[in-house]
């Protein structure tokens, strides 16, 4: 891997997003709205008195989470749309450039889009609602990285999915991550499912950092094994999609698609 | 050594040969046309020797090397420019640049692009939104990109396809330049007959998918007894569809 391709690759996106305010929105403005929203309600429930949890945290923490592995997925996909659209995807592949480069390049732009977006939301929803993010405390740094990893596993499979079937199948890069939610327990406890759809639940990594956010909230302290799971279905996930997506890219050059992704 | 040697290259895309056992090779320093009728496998072959699309069988040797174990080797010493790609719209023309520099590792970036911004007189819209520019300038950014590593080989897919006479022409002369100047191997597909015998110092014609014939342009018109190029191309295209 050499350094100068990754961040060449970078730079493109950084170039882009300095101007373009629909981007800048999708990190800043969109976001914070959501924030806004959940808040208010949050506020409202609270107000009513009906649980003697705190709504407010589970809410926002939810809808902070949520909005990190959001990120997460679109700084995969997106980055690679991007250069589809442009018709600039082959130049970057006739350079000596390697998947494994180009797959380096979309996790940093990921990590940088998630660190963005916790520090925006952390921010305001402490500033508007006195939510405290550290009240996680060190758990914070594993439930990011989880939802960095499994975002970045679900853009690089929707990826490998346009790659083998078009932009046509871009709809996937914008709703798959919605079918996840349900399952993934982000506004409601596992507990709260049917039984057999909780087997589901515990398939997905991201739902142990739901469960986990409101272990932590409720108790103070996290179930090791509930870190142990999210990581190892994590990895699983992780080592799987790659796989997958380096056996679409050399099926699509196998059938000699590349060229007529759009 | 050759440039580029292609043995016996196959590539079928389900039950279409797209091409059928192709051999030929290209010599250093030279300006070669691949030329054959629409669908006879110029783009394909193109794309096989740039590693975008994986031949069904056969060897392809770039620089007496192969992709399969130097493909990064290869392809910083090689670049490429068509139409049906193109540098994002939504950049400063001086960012695309400095994207491209950074992805061949460039030393010294500033002072190669504004080398290349001088040969191919782009420096006036450096600053310029790569979207506000005109199809001319275009085509001259697009091969500023394709020099910006400096390749010892330039695959062109019809570089001057959908550009007007004028524009076609400067191209044909930046071409030379590039020959002369840098020398530079170029391989090039086109349509345009009177272009290719202007430029080439050597054409393959190829169709469907095979080798049909092979030589300077003045030995190709001999050896058909026509008076140009293009009256070898019609005599070669409707040969076949009489078979
Ligand atoms: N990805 C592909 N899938 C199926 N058939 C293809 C594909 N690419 C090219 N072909 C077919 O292969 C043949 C050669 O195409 P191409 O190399 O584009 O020709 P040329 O560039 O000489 O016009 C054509 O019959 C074309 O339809
Ligand atoms: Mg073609």
């Known amino acids: 891997m050499k350094i100068h391709r990754i961040n060449a690759l970078l730079m493109r996106h950084i170039y882009l997003f300095q101007r373009s305010l629909p981007r800048i929105m999708d990190i800043l403005f969109w976001p914070v709205l959501e924030l806004l929203v959940w808040g208010f309600l949050s506020v409202y429930l609270e107000k009513l008195n009906i649980t003697s949890v705190s709504v407010l945290t589970f809410l926002l923490g939810a809808i902070i989470f949520w909005d990190i592995l959001n990120q997460s997925q679109k700084a995969v996909s997106i980055s690679f749309l991007e250069d589809v659209w442009e018709k600039n995807f082959l130049n970057i592949f006739v350079s000596p450039l390697k998947l494994s480069e180009f797959l380096s390049a979309a996790a940093l732009l990921a990590l940088i889009r998630i660190l963005l977006v916790a520090v925006i939301l952390g921010v305001l929803a402490g500033l508007f609602y006195h939510f405290n993010i550290f009240q996680f405390g060190f758990y914070l740094i594993p439930f990011m990285a989880n939802l960095l990893i499994f975002g970045f596993s679900l853009g690089i499979f929707t990826t490998a999915i346009i790659l083998r079937f078009g932009t046509a199948a871009q709809i996937l890069a914008f709703g798959f991550i919605v079918l996840i939610q349900p399952f993934s327990a982000v506004f409601y406890p596992v507990s709260s499912l049917p039984q057999y759809i909780q087997y589901v639940s515990y398939l997905i990594p991201s739902t142990y950092v739901f469960e986990g956010m409101r272990a932590v909230t409720s108790s103070g302290v996290l179930p090791v094994w509930h870190l142990v799971l999210a990581f190892a279905t994590n990895i699983f996930y992780l080592l799987l999609v790659v796989w997958f997506f380096y056996r679409m890219f050399s099926s699509v050059k196998v059938r000699g698609r590349l060229m007529k992704l759009d | ?243």
Do not use: W
């Open chain 2, 1 to 243: 050594m050759p440039i580029i040697e292609v043995k016996n290259l196959v590539k079928e895309f389900g039950k279409v040969r797209a091409v059928n056992d192709l051999s030929f090779s290209i010599e250093e320093g030279k300006i070669t046309g691949l030329l054959g009728p629409n669908g006879a496998g110029k783009t394909t072959t193109i794309q096989m020797i740039l590693d975008l699309i994986t031949p069904t069988s056969g060897d392809i040797l770039v620089f007496g090397e192969d992709m399969k174990h130097h493909r990064e080797e290869i392809l910083s010493k090689v670049n490429f420019s068509s139409p049906y790609v193109a540098l994002p719209n939504s950049l400063k023309v001086i960012e695309n640049l400095y994207t491209f520099a950074r992805l061949y590792g460039v030393k010294n970036i500033r002072e190669k692009v504004e080398e290349l911004a001088d040969f191919f007189e782009i420096r006036a819209f450096l600053t310029k939104m790569t979207s506000s520019l005109s199809t001319g300038q275009l085509t001259r950014l697009n091969l500023t990109k394709a020099l910006l590593n400096d390749p010892k080989l330039l695959l062109l897919d019809e570089p001057t396809a959908s550009l007007d006479p004028d524009i076609a022409d400067r191209t044909r002369q930046m071409f030379l330049k590039i020959q002369r100047e840098k020398g530079i191997s170029i391989l090039y597909t086109s349509h345009n007959m009177a272009e290719v015998e202007e430029i080439c110092d050597r054409v393959i014609f190829i169709q469907h998918g095979k080798l049909k014939d092979d030589g300077t342009p003045e030995d190709i018109i001999m050896k058909y007894g026509r008076k140009d190029l293009n009256e070898v191309f019609l005599h070669i295209a409707r040969e076949s569809t009489k078979l």
